[in-house]
């Protein structure tokens, strides 16, 4: 299974990003799909997560309210809009799958498989 995020970069405090991955080979049933971030010197934090239907959305607390996570039409596909960015959103954001059942899915041992990770940097 790989997973391939695209869409970070760098924007000022207040603005958007969109991160889109895909995840393809054997994915075989359904799964769960999530985001994750780490700063430097920081360990990997639950971001958003949602369920294979898309019906089912999770957030952190900090992103709450700034953040969308949807699944794509495809169910291979998850995204993360985010909105009213702030210095401390930067971080390396990484998707990840979860075969895990014991909703909601927020911890970095409930997920399978991981992607390479982008990086994004708000700018104060």
């Known amino acids: 299974v790989e997973l391939v995020e695209s869409g970070g970069g760098l924007v000022q405090a207040g603005g958007s990003l969109r991160l889109s991955c895909a995840a393809s080979?054997?994915?075989?049933?359904?799964?769960?799909m999530g985001w994750f971030r780490q700063a430097p010197g920081k360990e990997r934090e639950f971001v958003a997560a949602?369920?294979?239907?898309?019906?089912?959305?999770y957030y952190a607390d900090s992103v709450k309210g700034r953040f969308t996570i949807s699944r794509g039409n495809a169910k291979n596909t998850v995204a993360l809009q985010m909105n009213s960015l702030k210095p401390e959103d930067t971080a390396v954001y990484y998707c990840?799958?979860?075969?895990?059942?014991?909703?909601?899915?927020?911890?970095?041992?409930?997920?399978?498989?991981w992607g390479q990770g982008t990086q994004v940097t708000v700018s104060s």
């Open positions: 949602v369920s294979w239907s898309g019906d089912n959305t």
């Open positions: 990840a799958i979860s075969y895990g059942s014991r909703w909601p899915l927020t911890t970095t041992y409930q997920y399978n498989y």
């Open positions: 080979g054997r994915t075989f049933s359904s799964y769960a």
